[in-house]
């Protein structure tokens, strides 16, 4: 009797504690304790999410273990919450995981006055090194990582290799010259384990570790297991940027900074005794990390999936190397005034964005305040998931979602032309800060790498187009050829 008493009173807690909040958008049936957990298939999520929606419609609920969240479908819906109440769906959620890992500092998992400071300094000391130091350029650093890749692509010989770590170096590189004002050699065993410890770091998002963790924190704290790994990792990627922050102390010329980290350590000077300042070491390193981890696996990522479908489709490939011969030709390097001279090629790396879905669910948003959304409440402080897969597969905006075609970016004409429905860096007040940066390295990597090479799948293999699901969605490993064009 002890026992039925005591399941009793946990499932009359658990209905307690997770009641369903007033006029709240509808939802799966969900168990005790752990909510939707089984609702959703793990391996795909994003494709489980987006099909409950035809049967709970555009705004549904989910519970995950003690979590409630709102998730938001399709574009025109996604569009209402993230811009026209862009205000009241900016914030990022409290989720325990996350806390623990970034102490919601920096840019990506920060809130209120401190991620507005951050994200506008950040912001606008990425411009000034776009248009300022010839050297930190970023389109000339492209170019920099460019001529590396060449000499890695050419001792690969036409052979198969898996240009994974290959393609996290060179994007990586781009990252290290932005903010610690150098690249690294490829071999450098420093270098080496930062770049495995920020791609190990994310291994853990979208498992069920996040999920247990987010649900029972206080219990998972204590207990062993992959989070306490990931926890460690981010650790000991920040003490790797406390170093390097230090050393930048002992040469700082304020009147000449040399890259991001000068610039921040100039501001915390310039904003000392300010009441509301928020710049001090501790957002500095965060910031660094939202540059790398965000910055590296997402266009490094692009860039695996877009070797794949150029081995799938040979005649676009052969298209967008038709175009890149007559606009560029084959003895200067791709510059981004090229672009708009090449809608083919801009079309190209578009699709294959839209078709690659690397954030599929977005990252998670939250509510700053009561809101009204397609005639429900949504209560302040509540997760909320902006599905991006609803939008890139949205059949109400997309000729054929689920088909690789250029011609989605294309007019009559072939002149390039702009989808509104296209946000793989979402939309509104959270709007991916390395938008611009990412564009220009997507266009500059692979215009370069299609002028030289031909990708090609290893003979008697096919290309598979399929995904590991994660916070990221990267192909599975695969080995392709990349075939000298001229002798
Ligand atoms: C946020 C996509 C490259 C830095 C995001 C978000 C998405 C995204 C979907 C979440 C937006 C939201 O919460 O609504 C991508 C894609 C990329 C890419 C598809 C490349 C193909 C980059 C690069 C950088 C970067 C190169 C850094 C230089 C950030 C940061 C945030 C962010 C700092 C957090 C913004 C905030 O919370 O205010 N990105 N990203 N991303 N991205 Fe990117």
Redesign the pocket.
Known sequence: SLLVFFVVFILTADYVKNKRPVNFPPGPRMFPIVGNIFSVDRKKMHESITELAQTYGDVYSLRIGQRWMVVINGFEVLKEALITQGDSFADRPDLPLQVDMFQQLG??FSNGNL?KQQ?RFTLSTLKYFGFGKRSLEPSYICAEQVHFSSIYLFNCAGKPFNPHIFLNNIVSNI?CLLVFGHRFEYDDEKFKKITKLFEKGLQLEGSIWTQLYDSFPKLMRCLPGPHQTALNIWKNSKNFIHTKVEDHKQNLDPSDPRDYIDCYLNEIQMTKGQADSTFDEDNLVACVL??FV??TE??AT?LRWAFLYMAKYPEIQEKVQAEIDLVIGLSRQPSMEDRVNMPYTDAVIHEI?RMAN??PL??P?ATSREVQLRGYTIPKGMTVI?N?TSVLFDKNEWETPHTFNPGHFLNEEGKFVKRAAFI???AGK?????EN??RME?FLFFTSFMQHYTFAMPAGVKPVLDYSFGLILPPLDYEICAIPRQK
């Open positions: 840019v990506a991620w994200r990252i939202d540059l965000p910055g997402t266009t692009t964005m690397i954030v977005n990252l948003h902006t991006l793989p860096f979402s959270r709007v991916c800060l390395g940066l990412a997507l």
